[in-house]
């Protein structure tokens, strides 16, 4: 069956389309596109994975046309910079901070 493995930095994504066999892990099909070894900083024990967007444990079974993607922590809190781009709104528009 054919699925794919996504990862993705801001200045470069990769997209790996592979044949694997019938009952293959997420693990599994990470390990087998060698995408490990082309990004090291991929940590399978911290990262978080996914199917299409939607969080996946690394022992679920694939199906044919899965994407599998593998994310990056977060470098900022979006909660915090929501907060500093309100707080930068409410200066810019009123002329002093409330």
Known sequence: MIIEVAY???EKQTLLSLEVKEGVTLQEAIETSGIL???SQIDLSKDKVGIFG?????????????RVEIYRPLIADPKQVR??????G???RGGKKT
């Open 54 to 66: 939607k969080l996946a444990k690394l022992d679920t079974v694939l199906r044919e046309k899965d």
């Open 8 to 10: 993705a930095l801001a």
């Open 37 to 39: 070894n082309t990004y």
């Open 83 to 88: 907060k500093e781009r309100a707080a930068a």
């Open 90 to 92: 409410k200066v810019m």
